[in-house]
């Protein structure tokens, strides 16, 4: 099953609290979430994953 991540953003001024981000089978294992941004404010320093 490929990965799936839970990541919510931490800005203040952002409206978004969580959001699941859903890989292919072919995603590089080196692949993390400071490749990402925030879809709401476009913000990349302010995500964080949670870990379950």
Do not use: A, R
């Amino acid at each position: 099953m490929p990965p799936t991540e839970e990541i919510v953003c931490t800005n203040d001024d952002c409206f978004l609290d969580l959001f699941e981000n859903h890989y292919t089978y072919d995603v590089p294992d080196d692949f993390d979430i400071s490749g990402l941004s925030c879809p709401v404010c476009g913000g990349t320093d302010c995500l964080e994953q949670v870990e379950l």
